[in-house]
């Protein structure tokens, strides 16, 4: 059992920067490939980013590629995301969840753990 927490969220200007965390429970965080995904108001839940559990691979939705980093510190159980360049049609709800070895898939229905999400607001 995995227990997941986002944080970071918030009201941010276009062009600005929000960095959210996810910290995890349990000792077996490093066997777990995390990864963030957004749902817009009236929208479908969608892929951000994902990071493979040993940390070698990261992979991108083509809407954040060159503007959103993750990366994970396995000492701290914690996962990030940090958005640069942020746009109002980045706006949603971010959600981060887990997959023991995964291999960074893009499909929600991978994911075995989730946490409750936090808000992330661009204004124009």
């Known amino acids: 059992q995995v227990q997941l927490v986002e944080s970071g969220g918030g009201l941010v200007q276009a062009g600005g920067s929000l960095r959210l965390s996810c910290a995890a429970s349990?000792?077996?965080?490093?066997?777990?490939?995390m990864g963030w995904f957004r749902q817009a108001p009236g929208k479908e839940r969608e892929f951000a980013a994902a990071?493979?559990?040993?940390?070698?691979?990261?992979y991108y939705a083509d809407s954040v590629k060159g503007r959103f980093t993750i990366s994970r510190d396995n000492a701290k159980n914690t996962v990030y995301l940090q958005m640069n360049s942020l746009k109002p049609e980045d706006t949603a709800v971010y959600y981060c969840?887990?997959?023991?070895?995964?291999?960074?898939?893009?499909?929600?229905?991978?994911?075995?753990?989730w946490g409750q999400g936090t808000q992330v607001t661009v204004s124009s």
């Open positions: 969840a887990a997959d023991r070895y995964g291999l960074g898939s893009n499909r929600d229905t991978d994911y075995d753990y």
């Open positions: 990071i493979t559990w040993s940390g070698g691979n990261r």
């Open positions: 349990g000792r077996t965080f490093s066997s777990y490939t």
